[in-house]
């Protein structure tokens, strides 16, 4: 088993940035890959970005893209997720997200182990 704790939410002005945090704790010896996912009022979850086990592959949605960044300490078990340049749409809740594997996925169903989420809210 794993626990994900995802921390850095918050509010913020459009145009601003924010860094998510995921901590992992529990079976942490494994090799996971992770993932970033966001649900926003009235709509089903969707992908943010996710990263391989070493760091070495990541990938991102397009409405993302060139303005998140996800990356990973293993060495601390936690997942970032850099996000700048920030719209009101980009508001959600974000939750973090394990694979028991080292390649990434991008569906919610190739996860294994889900964070409560964190609020992300950008105001106009």
């Known amino acids: 088993q794993v626990q994900l704790v995802e921390s850095g939410g918050g509010l913020v002005q459009a145009g601003g940035s924010l860094r998510l945090s995921c901590g992992a704790s529990?079976?942490?010896?494994?090799?996971?890959?992770m993932g970033w996912f966001r649900q926003a009022p009235g709509k089903e979850r969707e992908f943010v970005a996710a990263?391989?086990?070493?760091?070495?592959?990541?990938y991102y949605a397009d409405s993302v893209k060139g303005r998140f960044t996800i990356s990973r300490d293993n060495a601390k078990n936690t997942v970032y997720l850099q996000m700048n340049s920030l719209k009101p749409e980009d508001t959600a809740v974000y939750y973090c997200?394990?694979?028991?594997?080292?390649?990434?996925?991008?569906?919610?169903?190739?996860?294994?182990?889900w964070g409560q989420g964190t609020q992300v809210t950008v105001s106009s």
């Open positions: 997200a394990a694979r028991g594997v080292i390649r990434p996925g991008t569906r919610e169903y190739e996860y294994d182990y």
């Open positions: 529990g079976r942490t010896s494994s090799r996971y890959a």
């Open positions: 990263i391989s086990w070493s760091g070495g592959s990541t």
